[in-house]
């Protein structure tokens, strides 16, 4: 858990600390206040990249030189500095005042899953989100996962390269493509496997959620799944002139797509705005408990601005269903459930934390 956040010029703060109780800890604001970039510092150091921007430079307060973000963390019973700056030369990351050589070091230091409104695209949205939705999860609790994804892109690279070549070197046409079949087979598992563990779960969560039931369920679609090695050589044999024709690697995981379905029927195309949000949220819950299963540290659940569209009930439920995580809510109302509940409620004003006795 997070036990202390201080940033400094980081977006619109010059200077914040922020102390964070074990369980639910919610940020008040008005629009453009600062709630966001909070959570956004939290993300960044966790993911090593922000959720809003591929411009990392844009997180630097306007007219300063750099920002810092440092995370103070207790893990297993072990307190951790985990401290990242960003310059115009790059970003730095350090654990104990240790610097990091390879940002891959910093994945697993800090586990947080996000939510924010404008994700729920994701339902409607094209194949490579959901790919990239999942895989984001997936590489949070498996290292290997990563790597071998990245060997995965550079094989398809180089074997998409070789069919737009004139003459192909069958030799080693042969071995990338068995080579990659081998990578996806082991990608494919732990897809599967998470969205076995989502199908599995999801339905006690979203119940929890909501007064009405939906039924979800996650069809994984690949062409790979519980395929074997021998099955997967004579179909990429099959396809290989078609794949020489088209100059590209038509099937195989980066093809891969997932279908979320209630009653057969895409989400996107059969429930409201408001149960399409519960539905993500509940995906999102499940995931903390994956993660959880798998690494044995909860992660930190971040919630952007998700009880504005939620009516009393469910805004209950949410806060009920969330007792034992290490949670940061961001909202712009005080709403009267926080304050019946033992949250630590902290208000922001203007990018600053406004002082209860002021
Ligand atoms: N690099 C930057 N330097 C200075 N200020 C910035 C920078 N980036 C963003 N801001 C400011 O941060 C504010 C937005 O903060 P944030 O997104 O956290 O708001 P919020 O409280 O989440 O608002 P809402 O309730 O509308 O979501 C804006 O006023 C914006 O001008
Ligand atoms: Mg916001």
Known sequence: MITKLS???????????????????????????????????????SNIRS??????????????????????SQKNDKHNKIMSVIHSKGKYFSINNQSIKKTSEMLGMINTVLFYPTETTLFSDSPSVRRNFFDVEIGKVSQIYTYNFQTFNRLLKDRNQMLKREALDDILFEMITSEMIDVQIEISKRRFILIQYINQN????LDKLLTQSIPI?????STVVNQDRDALKISYQKCKQRDIQLKATQDGIHRDDYLILSDD?????????????????????VIVDFIYEKSGIKPILLLDDVMSELDADNQINLINAIQDVQTIIT???????????????????NSHIRNEEA
């Open 7 to 45: 940033l400094s010029n980081f977006r619109s703060y010059s200077h914040l600390e922020l102390n964070l109780t074990p369980n639910i800890n919610v940020i008040i604001g008005k629009n453009g206040h600062g709630k966001t970039n909070i959570l956004e510092a939290i993300y960044f150091i």
């Open 265 to 285: 029927i895409e989400v996107s195309k059969v429930l409201s705005q408001g149960q399409i949000r519960m539905v993500l949220l509940a995906i999102k819950l």
């Open 51 to 72: 959720h809003r921007t591929r411009n990392d430079l844009s997180m630097i307060k306007h007219d300063s030189e750099y920002a810092r973000i440092i995370i103070e």
């Open 331 to 349: 909202t712009t109302e005080t709403l009267n459930i926080f304050e019946k509940q033992n949250v630590n409620n902290i208000h922001i004003v």
């Open 202 to 205: 999801i339905q006690a969560v």
């Open 217 to 221: 369920n996650i069809q994984y679609k």
